[in-house]
């Protein structure tokens, strides 16, 4: 009997944790939720949380704060999360920097793939491979076709080491079986300057960059880095259309909470962002910035995180870029 008694009470208090756990999440967000990113304010990426705070927000009644913490490439707003309690409180808007810096700096101190439970991929911004007139290209047949005929003096600029730009140009090497020559600098505006005059004549440009350089004949467009055709550019073929199959590169950005955190709190959140990047509202704003949105499940967005942690390694590995 006493050891029916013990059971018994063993029984009632899970049921009580059980019950309390589900009242506390299906009230869940009953106090503000911070939303970690670590890319300053005004950029794309910051553009396209802010106006997924307010949306989330309004759907699910609560406050959504975007908190900017930039520092080693994104890597310290993950580290922030990392360590944050597993509630659904505090949340990481993460991105391809995170699955590059998973080989880039192999000594992080935690790993984005196994530490970080996926949420939903929200948006994503393609590169544009653009050249200037001068260099006498008008697909990416004719570009690879030069730089195998002049190994080593075609250059290609990109915004620094280990940017978007910078990887999709290393990936287009590898894939194309070219050399050409990185001019990295330290920001976008003198990387697309430097563009802009013909000084380095290639480069993989965002997006919302390169649209209004294109449009004005400033610069041409040879193929964009996105899985298919955009919208703002329908003539405009792909990389893998351009014979580079499976060639998809971006930035891309995606809602992801501690491991760990409740599943109800995860489902909830993928609902409600799903719900958000169908919107008119939010896909006009989005796409008046040069970006895509993006909805999908919390499994297609991790196993979507290990196929560019995967994909980029081979990058890293083969530029000879990972750090000691």
């Known amino acids: 009997m006493t050891a029916w008694r013990h059971w018994a009470k063993a029984a009632a208090a899970i049921i009580v944790l059980i ?159 070219v050399n050409l020559v990185h001019v990295p600098y330290t920001g976008s505006s003198q990387a697309v300057n430097d563009v802009m005059t013909g000084r380095v004549p290639v480069m993989f440009m965002p997006a919302s960059t390169a649209l209004p350089q294109v449009r004005a004949g400033t610069l041409i467009a040879l193929a964009s880095t996105h899985s298919g055709r955009m919208a703002m550019l329908p003539d405009l073929p792909t990389m893998s259309e351009s014979g580079l199959a499976g060639y998809e590169t971006g930035v891309w950005n995606g809602l992801l909470a501690p491991a760990g955190t409740p599943r109800p709190i995860i489902d909830r959140l993928a609902q409600a962002a799903a719900e958000v990047v169908r919107s008119e509202d939010f896909i006009r704003a989005l796409d008046a910035n040069g970006i895509l949105p993006f909805a999908g499940t919390p499994e297609e967005l991790g196993q979507f995180i290990r196929n560019e942690i995967e994909k980029w390694g081979k990058v890293v590995v083969a530029a000879g870029m990972q750090k000691q």
Request: proline fraction near 6%; glycine fraction near 10%; charge should be positive.
């Open 19 to 177: 019950a309390t756990g589900a009242v506390a999440q299906e009230h869940y967000p009953s106090r503000p939720v911070r939303l970690v990113v670590g890319v300053a304010p005004g950029s794309a990426a910051d553009v396209s949380l802010r106006l997924l705070a307010l949306k989330l927000g309004q759907i699910l009644g609560g406050q959504f704060v975007v908190e900017n913490r930039t520092g080693a490439g994104t890597s310290l707003a993950a580290q922030t999360v990392v360590q944050s309690p597993k509630d659904g409180y505090t949340l990481m808007y993460g991105g391809s920097a995170n699955t590059v810096n998973a080989t880039l700096s192999p000594n992080l101190g935690f790993d984005f793939a196994k530490d970080l439970d996926p949420v939903a991929r929200i948006a994503a911004v393609p590169n544009i491979l653009v050249v200037h007139p001068t260099l006498g290209v008008k697909t990416v047949a004719e570009l690879i076709a030069l730089a195998k005929s002049k190994p080593g003096e075609v250059l290609y600029a990109s915004s620094g080491v280990g940017t978007s730009p910078h990887l999709s140009a290393e990936l287009f090497k590898l894939m194309a079986g």
